[in-house]
């Protein structure tokens, strides 16, 4: 138990320069505390005591600002940097060397039973304010830029970003056509353009049926 808390420790100092000593860290890093946490609620959720564990959990999101469930399976060597309003799903599972920074969520899109969360590989960056819903897998070595929303697999040696998430870079050369947001549809310019084209059928129709009126009335005369 302390190697791995020592563990946890030296990775805080690996992945964050502001972090000046262990006492510092121990005693102020949110993201640690809400990693200890996690670990003694998942002890009690593997042995059924689901109720014991998501107090725990609760808990741990009062004073944290991160929700962990208690049934989300976490690698070695997680850092959440910051960390505020981090939520991580119960089916979801989390690599090794993984960082995620605040407003992440790692969450489903429904009701459905079962697996419905994501996996995480190795070596993961997902950046602030992302959203990876559902249930697939992302890669070893991704980076997921910030506000990305992914709902569907990535693989692995990736560089994702926008909404929806798009592959930029994969094995490190640049994918340059599913970053063109030009050719991306809005939905609301073409509902606009769709309206434009009933009015403009409307005032076609208008037109022919006042001209036939108009004839109409001449042919009477």
């Not at 670990?39 to 042995?47: D, G, I, L, S």
């Not at 609760?58 to 910051?82: C, M, N, W, Y």
Request: hydrophobic letters at 35%; charged letters at 25%; glycine letters at 10%.
């Amino acid at each position: 138990m302390f190697r791995q808390m020592k563990s946890d420790i030296d990775t805080v100092f690996d992945n964050d320069p502001a972090a000046r000593n262990k006492f510092e860290v121990i005693f102020t890093y949110s993201g640690l505390h809400a990693i200890w946490a996690h670990r003694v609620a998942h002890w009690f959720y593997k042995r059924r005591f689901c109720t014991v564990a998501r107090i725990i959990s609760q808990v741990s999101r009062f004073f944290t600002g991160i929700e962990i469930h208690p049934g989300a399976k976490i690698g070695q060597r997680l850092f959440i940097d910051h960390g505020m309003g981090v939520v991580i799903g119960e089916t979801c599972e989390i690599g090794d060397n993984v960082l995620i920074y605040q407003g992440v969520t790692l969450g489903g899109t429904g009701k459905e039973k079962g697996k419905r969360h994501p996996t995480i590989g190795n070596n993961v960056v997902i950046g602030s304010g992302s959203k990876v819903l559902g249930s697939f897998s992302i890669g070893d070595n991704v980076n997921i830029g910030s506000n990305a929303v992914v709902l569907r697999e990535v693989p692995s040696n990736s560089t994702v970003v926008g909404n929806p998430g798009r592959i930029v870079k994969q094995n490190g050369e640049r994918v340059v056509d599913r970053l063109d947001h030009t050719k991306c549809p809005d939905p609301i310019i073409e509902m606009l353009r769709d309206m434009q084209r009933q009015i403009d059928d409307l005032k076609t129709e208008l037109k022919q049926v006042q001209s036939e009126q108009i004839s109409g009335e001449g042919q009477e005369e």
